[in-house]
């Protein structure tokens, strides 16, 4: 079985800052798929970014970058230079090798930016 | 491209009936999956159809259901509505070639379901 855990209820940064959101996750396959969501309150799941357990460079999408650290097995998101349109929750999930549709989601963290 | 669509948005049904709820994949989307989020479980999967059969199911009762036709729109059946299944219902699609070659899954708007 897959898990994710983030421990961060609740993070506040501010505009134009860098904030780094924490997931570790526990697993047994020896290849799986690490993902981040952003859920703004009107409900939808975005698709932020997405690590492959054997890629060998972080990810990178725009602002958004992927502190993947294997044997620690965490999977940190790293947004640089937050907007006040960050606000929102933000998920960690992660899927079994060769799919992504049986997504396992941590709890989430919601992010506020501040002026 | 158009997004992924769900139908209908807000729903308030009373406990015993059954509700069905519509989502209409990405244009070339095969796979659509659902997944319940409440406040006190998180977001959890329930099922996945690729080409009109069930892929994947994860552990929800009988109750509920789903099915997909042959232009990839999905629905998902609940019946014998409970209190405990008020929820977002999220519907979401994918195709080979994301990111890295494997799969990502784009997700809609999403149903709110109010069970009274």
């Known amino acids: 079985a897959q898990k994710i855990t983030q421990t961060q209820p609740g993070m506040f940064v501010q505009e134009k800052e860098a904030v780094t959101l924490d997931c570790t996750y526990d697993t047994s396959d020896p290849s799986y798929g690490l993902f981040w969501y952003k859920q703004p309150s009107s409900g939808e799941m975005i698709f932020l970014i997405y690590?492959?357990?054997?890629?060998?460079q972080n990810a990178t999408e725009g602002r958004y970058s992927l502190n993947f650290q294997k044997a620690r097995k965490s999977a940190n998101l790293v947004i640089s230079a937050s907007q006040l349109g960050d606000s929102a929750m933000y998920f960690c999930a992660m899927t079994p090798a060769g799919t992504a549709s049986k997504l396992t989601f941590g709890t989430g963290t919601r992010l506020q930016v501040t002026l | 491209k158009a997004g992924v669509t769900q139908t209908p948005r807000y729903l308030i049904k009373t406990r015993g009936q059954q509700v069905t709820l519509s989502c209409s994949p990405i244009?070339?989307?095969?796979?659509v999956s659902w997944y319940q989020q409440t406040p006190g479980q998180g977001l959890q999967f329930l099922f996945e159809?690729?080409?009109?059969?069930?892929?994947n199911k994860g552990n929800f009762p009988g109750r509920f259901s789903g099915r997909q036709f042959s232009n990839s729109r999905s629905e998902m059946n609940v019946s014998t509505l409970e209190l405990g299944d008020s929820a977002l219902y999220l519907c979401a699609s994918s195709f080979l070639g994301g990111p890295g070659g494997r799969e990502t899954q784009y997700f809609g708007p999403g149903t709110r379901l109010l069970v009274l």
């Open positions: 690590q492959g357990s054997y890629d060998q």
């Open positions: 159809y690729f080409s009109e059969t069930q892929r």
């Open positions: 244009s070339g989307h095969r796979s």
